[in-house]
């Protein structure tokens, strides 16, 4: 069964304090890993998607990485507008999402 | 910047109604979806739709659920007979070719 599992649950900050978030995943056939940004009350919003085993991609003060079995989001010196409720999602080879629950990261100034 | 959108953002109805959720997904995206959000819970997959058809569709999604693209650009999904448990929010999402699905900012769904 796939499965999707991010930790920590929550995760405080320090604005300047530089963290990392988990995404750990069992699926067939993996087809995309895939990282949102959600706020509450609205919409997931879509950061970045990963293919294969090595890749990286970046946006800012935020870096995903993938490996076979976990994909990180590192977030590197951190503001107040970066909390949010951070979520992984892998597409299998069923071609639907897999949502993880997520980490809801807060930032204090 | 081209985005999602889904009408109404809070839908109050009473248990035994019938609702309708309404997105207008981005305009020359091809691949339509529905998913839910239970308060405080993972979201869930719901329904694919693609070239004017249910391509995948998940367990929830059983026959008091339906969608339709009824013209060239709204997409929704009919809730026959609501039940309590039917209360979340509910995401309209859509796809180029490959690559990420971009969601709308949802509707509030309450049944009482």
């Known amino acids: 069964e796939d499965q999707v599992t991010q930790s920590p649950e929550a995760l405080r900050l320090q604005e300047g304090e530089s963290s990392s978030l988990n995404c750990s995943y069992t699926?067939?056939?993996?087809?995309?890993l895939f990282w949102y940004r959600q706020d509450p009350g609205k919409g997931p919003e879509f950061l970045f998607t990963?293919?294969?085993a090595g890749e990286e991609k970046e946006k800012e003060r935020l870096k995903a990485t993938l490996t076979k079995k976990e994909s990180f989001l590192h977030i590197t010196a951190p503001k107040p507008e970066d909390s949010a409720t951070y979520l992984c999602?892998?597409?299998?080879?069923?071609?639907?999402?897999?949502f993880g629950k997520g980490t809801k990261l807060s930032v204090k100034p | 910047e081209p985005e999602v959108t889904q009408t109404p953002s809070h839908q109050v109805t009473q248990m035994g109604q019938e609702v309708i959720l309404r997105c207008v997904p981005i305009?020359?995206?091809?691949?339509f979806y529905w998913y839910r959000q239970i308060l405080g819970q993972k979201v869930e997959f719901l329904v694919s739709?693609?070239?004017?058809?249910?391509?995948?569709k998940s367990e929830i999604f059983d026959d008091q659920f339906s969608v339709e693209r009824p013209d060239g650009s709204n997409f929704t999904l009919k809730i026959r007979s609501t039940k309590l448990e039917d209360s979340a929010m509910y995401f309209c999402?859509?796809?180029?070719?490959?690559?990420?699905?971009?969601f709308g900012p949802g509707t509030r769904l309450t049944v009482t």
């Open positions: 999402a859509s796809r180029a070719g490959t690559g990420a699905r971009y």
């Open positions: 699926v067939s056939g993996l087809r995309g």
């Open positions: 990963l293919y294969s």
């Open positions: 999602a892998v597409q299998g080879s069923q071609g639907n999402l897999i």
């Open positions: 305009s020359n995206h091809l691949y």
């Open positions: 739709f693609y070239n004017n058809e249910i391509s995948e």
